[in-house]
């Protein structure tokens, strides 16, 4: 599975972002995406996650400020970040657990940067 991810960019704090991810490649199913992120001198943690069923889970970080959505038809996963803080700066990574020819397959995509600024 390949991952594509777009829309990260220069926000000053309190702003909006969307962060989108396609899927493409040979698979039977995907079974969930989701946005993982890492920051300077951090290990990478999980933003938030959805699975096929549409089920969710966030970083208490991040509650009540991000949305994760996907587009099953489409292989895409969404992630609306709203009222974003300097410390939501990082490196975000989308990640795709499949099913493939040889079984499951947990991918990663490039990373895209989002810089918040005071």
């Known amino acids: 599975v390949q991952l594509q991810a777009s829309g990260g960019g220069l926000v000053q704090a309190g702003g909006s972002l969307r962060l989108s991810c396609a899927a493409s490649?040979?698979?039977?199913?995907?079974?969930?995406m989701g946005w993982y992120r890492q920051a300077p001198g951090k290990q990478r943690e999980l933003v938030a996650t959805?699975?096929?069923?549409?089920?969710?889970n966030y970083a208490d970080s991040v509650k009540g400020r991000f949305t994760v959505s996907v587009d099953n038809a489409k292989n895409t996963v969404y992630l609306q970040m709203s009222s974003l803080k300097p410390e939501d700066t990082a490196v975000y990574f989308c990640?795709?657990?499949?099913?493939?020819?040889?079984?499951?397959?947990?991918?990663w995509g490039q990373g895209t940067l989002v810089t918040v600024s005071s």
């Open positions: 990640n795709a657990n499949s099913v493939g020819d040889n079984g499951y397959d947990d991918s």
């Open positions: 490649g040979s698979f039977f199913s995907i079974n969930a």
């Open positions: 959805i699975t096929s069923g549409g089920m969710t």
